[in-house]
């Protein structure tokens, strides 16, 4: 078979013929295309542009979205409709439901570009518009600020791995939750030479105000001794970095974070570059001391701690033996060594209380059963390191990388060719690295390098080198452990799956051990920083996070015990003994392993085209390496030859039998064999209780599935035109049978009329006979008849045209519709605030009102006077504010209190129709218009803005406040105390409820009180002169019943007796009442 022209094929699994040299020169030629992605089977190569080139609008969106992989060129956007479809579907035959896409790569191969692509999609195709979801979008900006930072390899590398769940309910997002993985903490005191701190660190000096800098003491970037490389970029890229820093805040307030512990966040930053400041000196007795104390009085007086107590921390350990308490100094290095630890452990708490709020604010609400629900992961984990000094975290990282090609080669290779050999296939054996064994030179018990290294970090004599000496007693035959050539030498290399890396073990003890200087627990947790307090008291979970859903409730603890799966890892006895940072490692490496081994894989292969982060440049060698490490050619290998999709004989029939056309299809061999003939597929195997395809098969299966999808559609509409038509013929005959007896009967009717007609016109003759005075005796009036009486009216029967009921079908479409879907979808479906109890049920008029008369009040406000502003509306209805714009001008805007949430609308013209968006509160009270990104700290503040920037993504600035129509303000019951409303709600509800309306209360969806509240005001005569108070109160007491006038409400004279009485004696309440809500009202204004 000769080979197609080079960079044509998308997926070169399907060349006749590949090797390493095929692969690079197909992946070359395309990326010289910019067609950065390829497929190998079912893996996706993305091959790093280092430029936009425009492949990730809405249009290239909604070209991946539910569609077959093959009708399409490969794109990371396949890759999450993929995932998102075989979630929906159960991966098509019986397959797991949670999804998992493992992105791997080296540093800078582009991971994190991958990962945050791949999530706008999936929340793309699930039509995500909510709130829940923009905050989900923000989480990968915020997590980098504080996880981020420049290396040799990338300006934006990621210095902590994450897998990122997104949990779906019935395929809409209903929360997400992050894993972090092992933080380079040692980034935060030192950085390597061109490198950087984290960048929360620049964006801070860059956008923090001058009265900030005051309030944290800080002081010009390059004052800071953590900061060795990079102040530069406070300076050169300042602008740069200031909207980095204001995008930071507003993604933070978008998430839900609250101000003040925003601002113990910061001063948390500020004391970690002061504790950087803090310098040491030794006295004669070479006991340290500090040499700058008013160093040490500043992070005191950020953290407010107690100044004698930190120095003593600083400077010596104290330890107590048979009731005496001794001293031991510390040496300069050691209070260095001291100073540090407690700055990373600082910083690494935080960073962890983050990574831990972000989860507690994006859980799926409580309410929803997770149990119910599916996933899909994302891992971005850092790549494989090789870095001029391997350190313990280089260690880390490639046991994690190890961790990971074992997954794959489990999923590709291994779990492959043992069921072939327990299902009786044939089946060639294909070689492949297994690297079981280099898993097992780290994590095996009692000895492998992590045992080890434990077993000597708890050994209070041990050194680097003692660990050193014991790994090569005990890794001698092992052909993977290679023994430094000269023997004091602290190195070691290893030969790992993706080739030698030799390893520095200076520091690994220190490392492994993380231990904090005596006594800095107790400093910490009484300090008068609060989050400091917080970070302190927490425990560390054995995966080595922060552990404070201690936070949560018993009750809601069980309960969510019960729902949600937890892994077996987790449910191992709890242990008081800190763990080591490799223990903690270990076991958070398993917990992750177990969920994706729950889950269905996808991999996405990065690759990094050279060492110079720039675009146009492919360096063959380099990508060579890095496609030889990640066992690409394998993959194809066994992706060609071997079977990737085995299911379940009955699985198999069940899912595609209609294929067979044959309902009653049996469920074993013999039924799929006869599904595999019909549609002529060839290369399938049958095993013992499974039917071995090819990945491609399932791809052919499932298209004719669409196609038969589309035939039955087909079919249906047919039968069901025919079935209407059948019916319609009925109908119309029986209507035209029913207009033929109406017109007989008219004619019958009509020649009665006449004959009567005549017959009264002979006796009239006849009468003329009669003499005059025949009448007068009888003494009757005479009958004038002037003229011949018309014929009676035809009875009352409109003919309509015929209708057909494909017409009512019609009408019915055009009553609901009138709005498109999307505008019913911004409006009222994707409302995901959680009830707040103290206001009532979420959905109520009543609980609006509360929530807006104790929470809202001074939003909508002027600062200037103290009124409400003119764009304020109370609770009414879309329609309602419709009207009020109809006629106004471009850009005239209201905003108005939702009564399904606690919310609002902004309602406003455009050149096209009335818009309407949802405003939603945050948690932290701030507000956002639903889908954009940002946040306001009043809705004064958000009107301004949209004056000037458009409310996207339609391109429209507000204008002008549509205002009050009349006097009567439709927000007058908002006004009203809450106890006087409850009062009042009841009266209404029990009015109500006799004249058999619903109380305002109960009302839902449009038609609501304000809606006829406002109906009755506009049809109700014009009113003569009614002072302010009046118009309110009437309004409000108006809305809070109905549409009843006080008139309506007195007694009826038809009502029984006692009834009467208890109305009448309501009647005369209600106006009491009445008058004390104007006397509420009035003095409201007064007071304002
Ligand atoms: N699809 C893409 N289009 C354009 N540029 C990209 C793309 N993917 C990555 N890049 C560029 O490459 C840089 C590095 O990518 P990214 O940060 O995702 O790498 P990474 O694999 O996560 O690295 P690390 O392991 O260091 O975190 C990005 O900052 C961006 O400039
Ligand atoms: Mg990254």
Redesign the pocket.
């Known amino acids: 078979m000769s080979r197609p022209d080079i960079g044509k094929v998308d997926d070169l699994a399907t060349l006749p013929n590949l090797d390493e040299k095929i692969l690079l020169e197909e992946l070359k030629c395309r990326y010289d295309q910019d067609k950065?992605y390829t497929y190998v089977g079912d893996i996706l190569v993305?091959v790093?542009?280092?430029?936009?080139?425009g492949i990730y609008s809405k249009e290239f969106s909604e070209k991946y979205k539910y569609q077959k992989r093959t009708s399409n060129a490969p794109h990371i956007f396949a890759v999450s409709d993929a995932a998102y479809q075989a979630m929906q579907t159960g991966s098509s035959v019986g397959g797991k439901r949670n999804q998992c896409i493992v992105i791997s790569?080296?540093?800078?191969?582009?991971?994190?570009?991958?990962t945050k692509?791949i999530i706008k999609q999936l929340i793309d195709i699930c039509h995500g518009k909510s709130q829940l979801e923009q905050q989900i979008l923000q989480v990968n900006p915020l997590l980098e600020a504080f996880g981020?930072a420049q290396?040799v390899?990338?300006?934006?590398?990621?210095r902590f791995g994450k897998y990122i769940q997104l949990k779906f309910m019935d395929g809409a997002v209903m929360g997400a939750k992050i894993s972090e993985y092992l933080l380079e903490k040692s980034r935060v005191i030192g950085q390597n030479p061109e490198e950087e701190n984290f960048h929360i660190f620049y964006y801070m000096f860059a956008g923090l105000s001058t009265e900030d800098f005051q309030k944290y003491k800080l002081k010009s970037a390059e004052t800071y001794k953590y900061l060795t490389n990079g102040p530069g970029r406070v300076q050169s890229k300042s602008t740069e970095t200031k909207k980095l820093f204001a995008e930071l805040n507003n993604a933070m307030d978008l998430v839900g974070f609250m101000d003040d512990e925003k601002e113990d966040m910061f001063t948390i930053l500020a004391a970690v570059l002061a504790f950087g400041q803090i310098e040491f000196d030794v006295n004669d007795n070479d006991a340290a001391f500090v040499k700058n104390p008013q160093a040490v009085q500043v992070v005191c007086d950020l953290l407010g701690m107690n100044k004698d107590e930190l120095i003593g921390i600083l400077t010596y350990a104290k330890s107590s033996a048979h009731g005496e308490v001794f001293q031991r100094n510390y040496t300069a290095e050691q209070a260095r060594d001291s100073r540090d630890a407690m700055t990373k452990a600082l910083y690494g708490r935080l960073f962890s209380w983050i990574v831990n709020k972000v989860n507690q604010l994006l859980a799926p609400e409580d309410d929803l059963d997770t149990s119910k629900g599916t996933e899909i992961g994302i891992l971005?984990i850092?790549?494989f390191e090789h870095l001029h000094t391997n350190s313990f975290e280089q260690a880390c990282i490639n046991l994690a990388n190890e961790q990971l090609q074992f997954f794959f080669n489990r999923h590709i290779f291994l779990l492959e060719q043992e069921e072939y050999k327990n299902e009786g296939v044939d089946w060639k054996s294909i070689p492949f690295v297994n690297n079981q064994p280099l898993l097992d030179l780290f994590l095996a018990k009692p000895i492998g390098i992590f045992a080890l290294l434990d077993e000597e970090s708890h050994f209070p004599k041990a050194t680097d080198h003692s660990f050193v000496e014991k790994m090569g007693q005990n890794f001698a035959k092992n052909h993977h452990y290679i023994k430094a050539k000269v023997a004091s030498s602290n190195n070691f290399s290893i030969d790992h799956y993706a080739g030698r890396v030799e390893y520095d073990a200076n520091n690994f003890l220190e490392k492994n051990r993380d231990s904090l200087p005596n006594g800095t627990m107790q400093v910490f947790q009484g300090a008068e920083n609060q989050l400091l307090g917080i970070i302190f008291k927490a425990t560390i979970s054995r995966t080595g996070t922060l552990a404070l859903q201690r936070r949560s409730s018993k009750k809601s603890a069980m309960k969510s015990r019960k729902r949600r799966r937890t892994p077996k890892i987790m449910k191992a006895a709890a242990s008081k003994k800190k763990l080591t940072v490799c223990a903690q490692f270990k076991n958070s490496l398993s917990v992750l392993m177990e969920r994706l081994d729950l889950s269905n894989p996808h991999f996405i292969r990065?690759v990094k085209p050279n060492t110079a982060?720039t675009s146009r440049q492919f360096d063959g060698r380099f990508v060579t390496a890095q496609l030889r490490y990640t066992g690409m050619l394998e993959t194809t290998r066994i992706r060609k030859l071997g079977y990737a999709v085995r299911p379940l004989f009955e699985d198999f029939v069940k899912r595609y039998r209609i294929l067979a056309l044959s309902p009653k299809l049996v469920t074993d061999n013999r039924g799929v064999v006869k599904i595999l003939t019909d549609m002529k597929l060839t290369d399938w195997q049958i095993g013992k209780t499974k039917v071995f395809l090819k990945y491609y098969h399932q791809e052919k299966l499932e298209a004719k599935m669409i196609e038969m999808g589309k035939s039955a559609i087909q079919m249906q509409k047919i039968v069901r035109g025919f079935l209407v038509r059948v019916k319609f013929r009925r109908m119309l005959e029986v209507a035209r049978r029913e207009a033929r007896e109406a017109k007989e009967f008219l004619e019958k009717m009509k020649q009665m009329a006449l004959v009567n007609h005549q017959t009264q016109l002979k006796l009239v003759e006849h009468d003329k006979d009669i003499p005059a005075d025949y009448f007068d005796e009888k003494n009757e009036p005479a009958i004038q008849i002037d003229e011949a009486p018309p014929p009676p009216p035809p009875p009352a029967v409109q003919f309509a045209p015929e209708a057909t009921p494909l017409e009512d079908v019609q009408e019915e479409a055009h009553e609901s519709g009138g709005e498109t879907d999307q505008e019913d979808i911004l409006e009222d479906e994707f409302v995901r605030t959680k009830d707040i109890g103290k206001f009532g049920a979420k959905g109520s008029r009543a609980a609006s009102v509360r929530w807006f008369q104790q929470t809202q009040t001074d939003q909508v406000r002027q600062t200037s006077d103290g009124q409400f502003a003119p764009w304020f509306h109370g609770i009414i209805t879309r329609r309602e504010s419709e009207r009020l714009l109809q006629n106004r001008a471009i850009g005239c805007f209201l905003i108005r209190v939702s009564e399904s949430r606690f919310g609002y609308s902004l309602s406003m013209k455009t050149p096209s129709k009335i818009k309407h968006f949802m405003i939603d509160q945050l948690r932290n009270g701030k507000y956002v218009v639903v889908g954009e990104l940002p946040v306001f700290r009043t809705l004064n503040e958000m009107v301004i803005y949209y004056h000037k920037n458009p409310v996207s993504p339609f391109g429209d600035f507000l204008t002008e406040p549509c205002g009050q129509e009349t006097d009567d303000f439709d927000y007058a019951e908002l006004m009203i105390e809450s106890d006087e409303y409850q009062g009042i709600d009841s009266i209404a509800e029990s009015q109500s409820s006799q004249d058999g309306y619903l109380s305002p209360s109960k009302v839902s969806g449009v038609e609501s009180s304000g809606m006829r509240r406002t109906q009755n005001r506009l049809t109700s005569k014009p009113r003569t002169e009614e002072s302010r108070e009046n118009a309110v109160s009437r309004a409000s007491y108006v809305s809070l019943i109905g549409d009843q006038e006080p008139s309506s409400v007195a007694p009826s004279k038809n009502a029984p007796p006692s009834v009467a009485v208890k109305r009448e004696k309501e009647a005369v309440d209600k106006k009491d009442k009445r008058t004390s809500i104007a006397g509420s009202i009035r003095s409201f204004f007064s007071k304002k």
């Open positions: 950065i993305a790093n542009p280092f430029r936009d080139i790569g080296e540093s800078g191969a582009g991971k994190t570009e991958s692509l981020n290396t390899m990338n300006d934006n590398s990621s971005d850092f790549g990065c982060k």
